[in-house]
């Protein structure tokens, strides 16, 4: 059974870092496509970041420059480094996964983790 379990939010200061994990378990991260999903109350889930199995990478505008997203495929763990966060980041944010090519299409995604709030203060 594939599972996808999160860590890392919490709150921080306006131009603070935090680093979320998702750990990922009944699969191998190397052979999907992994991506970093928002989403504020009443609003629709949207792109982060994504990541292949190939290492290529993907990052909405408003976050370009400032996360990283990452995996470790030893330890099936996908990161987003989060810096310089402002207040309009706060969010839930949610890991998923999906097989095949990677897409900005939060629908696309078919394993979702249960998500984690990161909230920052002006």
């Known amino acids: 059974q594939v599972q996808l379990v999160e860590s890392g939010g919490g709150s921080v200061q306006a131009g603070g870092s935090l680093r979320l994990s998702c750990a990922a378990y009944?699969?191998?991260?190397?052979?999907?496509?992994m991506g970093w999903f928002r989403q504020a109350p009443g609003q629709e889930r949207e792109v982060v970041a994504t990541?292949?199995?190939?290492?290529?990478?993907f990052y909405a505008d408003s976050v370009k420059g400032r996360f990283t997203i990452s995996q470790d495929n030893a330890k099936n763990t996908m990161y987003l480094q989060m810096n310089s966060l402002k207040p309009e980041d706060t969010d839930v944010y949610y890991c998923?996964?999906?097989?095949?090519?990677?897409?900005?299409?939060?629908?696309?995604?078919?394993?979702w983790g249960q998500g984690t709030q990161v909230t920052v203060s002006a």
């Open positions: 990541i292949y199995a190939d290492g290529s990478t």
């Open positions: 009944g699969y191998t991260t190397s052979s999907v496509c």
């Open positions: 998923a996964a999906r097989w095949g090519i990677c897409s900005v299409v939060a629908d696309s995604f078919r394993y």
